[in-house]
């Protein structure tokens, strides 16, 4: 992160994506704390690196080129796996990046940072994928598709006047997209009922339909993997919707028909075991440390002998407590010699593309009945055979979907932004005078008294008006936010003044986007989407 105001930054939250006016009638289970459809509020968004395995956002950032200024500012605050996707992007290979929308309300400031997200990555050679979430939007909160004809419309012409181009990319609704439905078929066939009551609080009252949109967005999720190739994917999300991304991941590895992991000896082990095992190895066949100036067939390490070499050896801390295991193990595997290997299991193949597999493992290799084992075949290689032999017999062969997560914005009243809320929040379709008047109207992070605020400087990481600056007005022009940033805490910089500037920013925002909305209108009726539905029914609630 290049600039430090935001770090220590624990804004109350809100949920401008989810559209958190709604409470949901039956709280969901204590310990489901990132809800997709309650009131999110995240009170300290480092305890969602502890709690569920986000990751920080600055153990990437470093590998992004020219990253956005949301990275920058950290309002991108986290993700999972998005090191696959800045890769992909340094290195002009394929990537995507897919986020959805329900459409519940009106698009309002919270979804432009998703807008702008998705056009980034588009920027930059993503396939990139905006859809409608309608099954979600109908099922869970029970819209009447003519509401959500309306709303639809109203998002997608805001994500065309931002930039998106629907040349390159894909935009749909969920209902009107058959691969998607056809997907999500398969991949519900891997989940159950038990899990959805464990990731998102179900229960006996939650209705069928509103589970199958969950299905629904598995399916979104992954669907980007279909066009063309499997390949790194990003999704854009605000951290409510992690518990769809973690459901994802893990049915994504759980369509896959191999398993392909490191061996060597016929036994299995865990990743720690495997350390140690291979630490015994290269000690004892006098090879380099990583292991790959050895010439495998002549060495002739047994696994007694490394059991007595790991008996003695004291291993780095995070690996420590699975020696014991490891060292029975090797007891256990007696005069067994040790080569490396990769292995490949049979997960779910059918037969041919099990045998299309031995087929396709080059160099010497050993059959049992439910793996393979390749002893002339880097970890890659075996991945990437794995991944086509799969895909060659109607597999999937899908990577793990990877996601960033950005911050909730505060509401303008203090609080968190909702849409139930007006003056809390700004909506795309605003009044460019409303949207001057209610950031006027903002609270700030302002002492009582100017004097006071010129001797203590005011408090720009509680101020709602500091945050419209840095996720929204400033645009590109990280001098801007610093300038505000640093004459307001040095107190220089009055609140009556900053807002004034901020209001007649945000008029102009607003009058600009309104103006390229219409200007796009001809552009979003000559795309296939259809936004006359004649789909009936009333859709469920929670
Ligand atoms: N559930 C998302 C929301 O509440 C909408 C959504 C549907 C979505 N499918 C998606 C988001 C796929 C990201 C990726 O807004
Ligand atoms: Fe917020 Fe600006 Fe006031 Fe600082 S000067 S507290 S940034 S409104």
């Not at 959805?100 to 309002?108: A, N, S």
């Not at 639809?152 to 629907?166: I, Q, V, W």
């Not at 010699?337 to 493992?361: G, M, W, Y």
């Not at 807002?499 to 909305?517: G, I, N, P, S």
């Amino acid at each position: 992160m290049s600039e430090d105001t935001h770090e220590a930054r624990t804004p109350p939250g809100g949920d401008p994506v989810t559209d958190g006016g709604a409470e949901r009638a039956d709280e969901p289970a204590e310990d489901v704390a990132l809800d997709p459809w309650g009131s999110a509020t995240v009170g300290d968004y480092a305890d969602l690196f502890a709690e569920f395995g986000i990751e920080s956002f600055d153990d990437v950032a470093d590998g992004v080129p020219d990253p956005h200024y949301l990275m920058r500012r950290g309002v991108i605050f986290g993700h999972r796996e998005y090191d696959a996707v800045a890769e992909a992007m340094a290195n002009d290979e394929p990537f995507a990046a897919l986020s959805g929308f329900m459409p519940t309300g009106d698009p309002h400031i919270g979804h432009k940072l998703v807008f702008d997200e998705l056009i980034w990555h588009q920027e930059r050679g993503g396939d990139v994928f905006g859809l409608i979430a309608d099954l979600e939007a109908h099922s869970a909160r029970g819209m009447s598709w003519s509401e959500i004809d309306e709303h639809a419309r109203d998002y997608l012409l805001s994500l065309l006047a931002l930039g998106f181009d629907p040349e390159e990319g894909e935009l749909y609704r969920q209902s009107d997209n058959r691969e998607v439905q056809d997907l999500g078929f398969e991949l519900g066939s891997k989940a159950n009922f038990s899990e959805f009551e464990a990731i998102y609080g179900f229960d006996g009252e939650t209705n069928i339909s509103h589970m199958q949109s969950v299905v629904t967005q598995t399916a979104d999720i992954l669907y980007p993997q279909l066009v063309d190739e499997p390949k790194p994917t990003v999704i854009p999300v605000g951290p409510d919707q992690d518990p769809h991304v973690r459901l994802t991941r893990d049915l994504a590895v759980r369509m896959r028909y191999f398993k392909v992991t490191e061996a060597f000896a016929s036994f299995e082990l865990d990743d720690d075991e495997r350390a140690l095992v291979r630490a015994a190895y290269d000690a004892l066949a006098g090879g380099s440390d990583d292991g790959h100036e050895i010439n495998d067939a002549e060495t002739d390490v047994r696994c007694t002998d490394a059991a007595e070499w790991l008996a003695d050896y004291e291993p780095p801390e995070a690996v420590a407590a699975a020696k014991p295991d490891a060292v029975d193990t090797l007891r256990a595997g007696g005069k067994e010699p040790l080569r490396p290997r990769v292995r490949f299991f049979d997960r779910n193949a059918t037969d041919e593309a099990f045998e299309a597999l031995i087929e396709a493992v080059d160099g010497e290799k050993r059959v049992f009945g439910g793996h393979v084992d390749a002893f002339d075949l880097s970890r890659e290689e075996a991945e990437s055979i794995a991944r086509e032999v799969e895909i060659d017999h109607d597999g999937f062969g899908f990577r793990q979907p990877s996601s960033i997560y950005h911050r909730f914005m505060s509401g303008l009243t203090g609080g968190k932004m909702s849409s139930s809320i007006p003056a809390s929040h700004i909506s795309l379709l605003d009044d460019p005078e409303d949207g001057y008047d209610k950031v006027r109207a903002a609270t700030t992070g302002g002492r009582d008294t100017a004097d006071e605020q010129r001797e203590l400087g005011g408090e720009a990481d509680e101020c709602p008006v500091y945050e419209l600056y840095a996720y929204l007005l400033a645009g590109d022009d990280d001098e801007l936010t610093k300038t505000v940033y640093s004459e307001c805490v040095n107190g220089e910089r009055l609140c009556g003044g900053c807002k004034e500037q901020a209001a007649e920013l945000m008029r102009e925002f607003l009058a600009d986007h309104q103006e390229k909305r219409a200007d796009v209108e001809d552009l979003l009726d000559d795309l296939d989407i259809d936004l006359d539905s004649d789909r009936r029914g009333t859709g469920g609630e929670h």
